[in-house]
């Protein structure tokens, strides 16, 4: 049996460890209310080193209700960019429709100007190209028929010139030369000539007063001038080449000194932007090699301004 001293000792040693395991408690309480206490301000998860962060999520949307306006969106840049105006609808040309103008070419071109030449707005021959001479004859045209001067061949001009002219022949729509011919020296009305006239830049074949063909012809420039006056073919020399300039001068038919009438390559090509040494140049190869088989050493010469 205990002594009275060793219950005191069992009793005092009990009471001990109540307090020590009521102290215990104590601590564990005060250590989760700490515990308790950071988890809730921290707000976070433990994040391995490393790892990209949280994206936070995204506020609901407020969802609108019926008695609610829906919040106002940007405008679309469709709907706000300014509208197009419409252009102005332009006004009918009281003359009616172009039908030619300026850079135009062809039959219609052709016929145009054969017409505007039977009433003498036009004085060269068809070309079917229509260029500032035919702007301008038709600009002739509407002036004198009290129309607005354009140059434009509408279709009130082109109405007004079929009133008053005649459909082209053949010979008015394609005539032998690109200039009217002239009329005829006196000295050609008589035999066999080859009449040139400087003025019309023309070479008509005549026998006898009559015209056989025609065709266009360009001459020397001031320095290297084709000569005036009465002459005769005393040689036709089918390829000759010029011994001076070392030219090429096919169907050659001479008439005073190295003057001739021949074909020129560069006459075809160039047209009146150039000029010869003095001979008399044809463009058309076949008009002049039917020529050349026509005159005869002896024919007549008459070059004339």
Not at 157 to 185: F, I, S, Y
Not at 220 to 226: M, V
């Amino acid at each position: 049996m205990m002594d009275s001293t060793s219950r005191s000792t069992s009793r005092t040693g009990i009471r001990a460890t109540a307090r020590t395991a009521k102290r215990g408690r104590a601590g564990a309480a005060a250590v989760l209310a700490v515990l308790s206490v950071a988890a809730a301000t921290a707000g976070c998860k433990a994040q391995a080193t490393g790892s990209a962060p949280a994206t936070p999520s995204a506020p609901p949307r407020a969802t609108a209700t019926d008695d609610d306006k829906p919040a106002s969106r940007p405008p679309s840049p469709a709907a706000s960019s300014p509208k197009a105006t419409a252009s102005p609808t332009p006004k009918p040309d009281p003359q009616g429709t172009t039908l030619m103008a300026s850079g135009s070419e062809g039959k219609r071109v052709r016929e145009l100007q054969a017409r505007l030449r039977q009433i003498g707005h036009f004085d060269r021959s068809p070309t079917g190209y229509y260029g500032t001479v035919t702007v301008a004859a038709v600009q002739s045209f509407q002036g004198k028929r009290g129309l607005s001067r354009t140059g434009r061949a509408d279709t009130l001009t082109w109405q007004k010139l079929l009133g008053m002219t005649h459909e082209p022949t053949a010979a008015e729509l394609n005539p032998p030369t690109t200039r009217p011919v002239a009329k005829p020296d006196k000295r050609c009305m008589t035999g066999r000539v080859l009449c040139i006239s400087k003025n019309s830049r023309t070479l008509s074949w005549m026998i006898d007063g009559r015209v056989v063909s025609s065709m266009d012809v360009r001459f020397g420039s001031q320095y290297t001038p084709t000569r005036e006056g009465t002459f005769s073919v005393y040689w036709k020399s089918r390829h000759h080449v010029s011994t001076i300039y070392h030219t090429a001068m096919p169907y050659a038919m001479f008439f005073s000194g190295g003057q001739a009438v021949h074909y020129s390559a560069d006459f075809a090509a160039r047209g009146y932007n150039g000029a010869s040494h003095g001979c008399v140049n044809v463009r058309d190869e076949g008009k002049i090699a039917s020529l050349f088989a026509q005159v005869k050493n002896g024919d007549k010469v008459v070059v004339y301004g």
